[in-house]
């Protein structure tokens, strides 16, 4: 049985079996604390929601388990399901594979890990990140537009010192497994950050292509 089929199940008995088939009083109780969720205000639609957030219909219904087109004021709708997570205590790369409906290898390679081993705190991509070709006439603006988020966003996705993108280009216009990064602050070194994060002073140093343990305050790191 899928995660969405689960919660439907969860659902019927919670608010009856009618009306949870019906979904005439719809919850998204499987909605995951990084889901981008709004309540239904009055005279909203799925036609209005879809323009407002710049996603389709289908998309909404299927991230939301509707049947029809019924949506009732006041109830909360999934927009968007989460791209990237924070590892909770007790997370591991099984659990989270099974949890979104992707496998341990897809999540490895979509953060670039080469062990299995991850720690609270830590992001992680659950969905392959969204990787575009720069054409003629774009520009990060139009970019953030498409993508439905920022343009600082996109300069952070993308390590990007400025607004110039050229034509060829590889950008993401969802969260890449690059910008997952700690800022360096004082009193910090390679070894506190090892047992803080749980990863050795080796891996960072390799991650990070660093030939010495010398890191300073402001520096960005990568933990992936």
Do not use: C
């Not at 392959?128 to 139009?142: F, N, R």
């Not at 004082?186 to 292509?209: E, P, Q």
């Amino acid at each position: 049985m899928k995660k969405h089929q689960k919660a439907i199940l969860a659902l019927a008995i919670t608010l009856g079996l009618s009306g949870a088939l019906g979904f005439s009083s719809f919850e998204p109780v499987f909605a995951s604390n990084t889901d981008e969720v709004i309540t239904i205000k009055k005279g909203d639609t799925l036609y209005s929601l879809s323009k407002k957030y710049d996603v389709t219909i289908d998309e909404i219904k299927k991230m939301n388990d509707l049947t029809g087109s019924k949506i009732i004021v006041g109830e909360k709708l999934i927009i968007r399901e989460a791209t990237d997570i924070v590892v909770a205590k007790g997370d591991t790369l099984y659990s989270l594979a099974k949890t979104h409906g992707t496998t341990v290898k897809k999540l490895k390679k979509w953060n670039l890990l080469t062990y299995d081993k991850i720690y609270t705190g830590q992001k992680l991509l659950v969905k392959a990140p969204v990787i575009i070709e720069v054409k003629k006439g774009d520009t990060l603006y139009s970019l953030a537009k498409k993508a439905g988020t920022s343009v600082e966003q996109l300069k952070n996705w993308n390590n990007l010192p400025n607004h110039t993108i050229k034509i060829g280009q590889q950008i993401y216009l969802s969260p890449s497994p690059e910008s997952f990064t700690i800022t360096v602050k004082k009193g910090d070194t390679l070894y506190s950050l090892s047992k803080k994060y749980g990863i050795s002073v080796t891996a960072l140093k390799d991650l990070n292509k660093l030939s010495s343990n010398t890191i300073y305050s402001g520096q960005k790191l990568r933990l992936n």
